[in-house]
């Protein structure tokens, strides 16, 4: 161990858990969390997300990796501070709460100014420079992450692309390390300035909440003109220019990232002219109101909803957009349960959560779900979904 360079980890969501496990495989890693349910769970190899190959790596792997809630042991001789905490967006301030981020790199500085302070959460443009300017120090930088829900260990050991939002040699140091503990070579990496790097990651999410928007438009034209939407999306995808990925429609963009995401990057273009950021923004809306108002047609008294989470192997429904439904749908005085085994409360929100399958389907009139499942397919005549492809 006394070869390998200390990295600290801080945050044990996703993008923390994911970077902790891929760089613990050749370096020491220290995961720092407030939450000591979770400092328990990684000391005890267990995941602190639903990711089946982080889970995989922490059973069967030899990792250089433990967990603290104690600051000074995890910032003290680490060479790199990996800040992986939550920037949730504030509507009344118009962009994202850096607080917890703030908070992290005035730990760090405090404690080790010598490490490389490197930013994985999502933040506004121009705020790490705003930071190197205001603690007069070129050693906090921006590194974007690019992960996918219950899939994120796996988008870091086959990595599209790794930016580093510096030129210091540190900051090629720890892409050297990143490449390190992927499985995939020949891994393209580029170097920019940490404003261009925050731009790539919100610009990139913003493309991709803008492709399900189209898919989920074209279906809501395809739906009111009784019209096929696969056979649309096949023949608009197969159009080597536009390609087969999110092409599935849903009822909407949820998720950590996107619905975020799109929001800062709107406020970000507060003075520069733009039409196509703000109607992605407003898409998700609206399409949230087409579906609604599908489901009204049905004319159901009691409206069940299958699942809140966005897509098979995630533990997140924060932000999904069948939430958004559920609240339309009760805005026209229409019952409504849920069905969702991951939820222990009697009720989510002042809806009434299910207990069994069983009770669920009978109850139910109409039973909405984003994402279809076998488990419905005996009830398929009950279901309103507009997963076409049953992929996510």
Partial sequence: MKNKTKITVVGSGYVGMSLAVLLSQNNEVVVLDIDASRVESINNKKTTVADEDIQDFLAKKELSLRATSDKETAYKDAKFVLVATPTNYDPDAGQFDTSSVDGVIRDALKHNSDALIVIKSTVPLGYT???????????????????REGQALKDNLYPARIIIGTKLKAGKD?????????????????????????????????????????????????????????????????????????????????????????????????????????????????????????????????????????????????????????????????????????????????????RTIDDFKNISDVIVTNRMDNELDDVIEKVFTRDIFRSD
Wanted: aromatic share 10%.
């Fill in 129 to 147: 420079e705003s930071v190197q300017k205001k603690t007069s120090s070129p050693n906090v930088i921006f590194s974007p992450e690019f992960l």
């Fill in 174 to 354: 720890f892409a050297e390390l990143l490449a390190q503990g992927a499985y995939k070579k020949c891994i393209e990496v580029l170097y920019m300035s940490s404003t261009e790097a925050e731009a790539v990651k919100l610009f990139a999410n913003s493309y991709l909440a803008m492709r399900v928007s189209f898919f989920n438009e074209l279906d809501s034209y395809a739906l009111s003109n009784d019209l096929d939407t696969g056979n649309i999306i096949n023949g608009v995808c197969l159009d080597e220019r536009i390609g087969h990925g999110y092409n599935n429609p849903s009822f909407g963009y949820g998720g950590y990232c996107l619905p975020k995401d799109t929001k800062q990057l709107l406020s970000n273009y507060e003075q520069i002219p733009q039409t196509l950021i703000q109607a992605i923004v407003s898409s998700n809306t609206i399409r949230k109101d087409f579906i609604a108002d599908e489901i009204i047609k049905l004319k159901p008294k009691i409206v069940g909803f299958y699942r809140l989470i966005m897509k098979e192997g995630s533990d997140n429904f924060r932000s999904s957009a069948i939430q958004g439904i559920i609240r339309r749908i009760q805005a026209r005085n229409i019952e409504a349960v849920i069905f969702e085994p991951t939820l222990s409360d009697d009720k989510f929100h002042q809806v009434r959560v299910l």
